[in-house]
T-cell receptor, first 114, second 114 residues
Framework: ETGVTQSPTHLIKTRGQQVTLRCSSQ?????VSWYQQALGQGPQFIFQ???????GRGNFPPRFSGLQFPNYSSELNVNALELDDSALYLC?????????????FGPGTRLTVT | AQTVTQSQPEMSVQEAETVTLSCTYD???????LFWYKQPPSRQMILVIR??????QNATENRFSVNFQKAAKSFSLKISDSQLGDTAMYFC???????????FGKGTKLSVIP
């Protein structure tokens, strides 16, 4: 069974640029959630995708957007990068019938905005 | 709104000893789940233990157990026979039924000392 994978591992961008982060969900999981984890903080929920539709969203501006593909992989896009967007971005997947709400996390992408 | 508070930013414990990490939460919901996640320096977030709010019995997973006090909204994690591999950030998280997200605390950095 393949776990959640994310790419790239690290990247550095300049303020004002756009970035795309990628996530492959665990085999058999059709729900993907994205979280932002600033240094020294707990993860903050950005949004969730279920069957290619945005299923819920946290307190993040519209310049944070996403996609989910038919194979349940997902992308997180951030436009007009700001310095405060520097963080670890975590992807988590869960199976449809996850009545216990367990989420399985990937290793994250470390984004640095300069 | 749901909140999770971890009041111990850092803790240390001698190898083979027992340590307890504290967590309090606030929610107006009755149907929810509580989790402890471990995030080692390698960054991958790993589920340690889960507690359903409707269950009075405290969850146990090998050396890990919780003390769930529903009325006090307290959810502490006890690690017995601490091992060097337990060194990590530990996050307490809440997920209520009908929500899409995990709400995390700020974490406790645990160091196991040889």
């Amino acid at each position: 069974e393949t776990g959640v994978t994310q790419s790239p591992t690290h990247l550095i961008k300049t303020r004002g640029q756009q970035v795309t982060l990628r996530c492959s969900s665990q085999s058999g999981h059709n729900t993907v959630s994205w979280y932002q984890q600033a240094l020294g903080q707990g993860p903050q929920f950005i949004f969730q995708y279920y069957r290619e539709e945005e299923n819920g969203r946290g307190n993040f501006p519209p310049r944070f957007s996403g996609l989910q593909f038919p194979n349940y992989s997902s992308e997180l896009n951030v436009n007009a990068l700001e310095l405060d967007d520097s963080a670890l971005y975590l992807c988590a997947s869960s199976p449809e019938a996850s009545g216990n709400y367990e989420q399985y996390f990937g290793p994250g992408t470390r984004l640095t905005v300069t | 709104a749901q909140t999770v508070t971890q009041s111990q930013p850092e803790m240390s414990v001698q190898e083979a000893e027992t340590v307890t990490l504290s967590c309090t939460y606030d929610t107006s919901e009755n149907n929810y789940y509580l989790f402890w996640y471990k995030q080692p320096p390698s960054r991958q977030m790993i589920l340690v233990i889960r507690q359903e709010a409707y269950k009075q019995q405290n969850a146990t997973e090998n050396r890990f157990s919780v003390n769930f006090q529903k009325a006090a909204k307290s959810f502490s994690l006890k690690i017995s026979d601490s091992q060097l591999g337990d060194t990590a950030m530990y996050f307490c998280a809440l997920h209520w039924a009908g929500s899409y997200q995990l709400t995390f605390g700020k974490g406790t950095k645990l160091s196991v000392i040889p």
